[in-house]
Structures are given as C-alpha cells and as structure tokens.
C-alpha cells in the first residue's frame, strides 16, 4: 500500500513558477514508476509528466515540454513537478500516482493515487 499526499499548489500570474511535491508514504516508493496527471474543470484527466525508479528516465507530454521537469528523490520519498513559464490553460487539479509501469501515460496501470493539489494560473 502507498500513501500519496499532494503540496505545492496555488494561484500564480502568467509566466511564474510553482514546485509540486508528492511524499509518499512506506519503503516501495523506489519500488515504483511515478507520474503526474491533470484535470481541468469539464475535461478529462490528462497524462503531464513522468519518471522511472531510477529518475534517470522521464516523459513528458509535449505541452508542457521545455517548461515542466520532473524529479523524484527516493531517500525523501518524493516526486517533484517543477513548472516553470504557467500558462492559464496549465490551470487543473494535479495528481501524482504511482504505478509497477514504467513511463507509462495510461492513467489505468496507476495503481495509486493522490488527493490532488489545485493549481490556478491567472492571465
């Protein structure tokens, strides 16, 4: 079982910068690929970034790609989304989870899931 809690949301102006944490709780998190997902008002949830168990390989879907970067530090068991230039449609509900998969975008091989941190981009 893993425990996932969200921090690090919040309302930023256009072109600033928020750091998402994920801790998890147990000794498996170096056991598991990690992933960040979003869900906008009315939209489906979507795949935004991911990391293997080693942190040396990540994917990121192409919107976010030269603006987001994610890191994991597995003595802290912690994943990290940092976003830097926000953009208004990167307003969502972000969501890490972790799945046996590696590098995985199907929100289905996530096995757990977060609560979710609300992150608010203003133009």
């Known amino acids: 079982q893993v425990q996932l809690v969200e921090s690090g949301g919040g309302l930023v102006q256009a072109g600033g910068s928020l750091r998402l944490s994920c801790a998890a709780s147990?000794?498996?998190?170096?056991?598991?690929?990690m992933g960040w997902f979003r869900q906008a008002p009315g939209k489906e949830r979507e795949f935004v970034a991911a990391?293997?168990?080693?942190?040396?390989?990540?994917s990121l879907t192409d919107s976010v790609m030269g603006r987001f970067t994610i890191s994991r530090d597995n003595a802290k068991n912690t994943v990290y989304l940092q976003m830097n230039s926000l953009k208004p449609e990167d307003t969502a509900v972000y969501y890490c989870a972790a799945s046996r998969v590696s590098l995985t975008r199907r929100p289905n091989e996530y096995d757990y899931w977060g609560q979710g941190t609300q992150v608010t981009v203003s133009s």
């Open positions: 147990g000794r498996t998190f170096s056991s598991y690929a």
């Open positions: 990391i293997n168990l080693s942190g040396r390989g990540t």
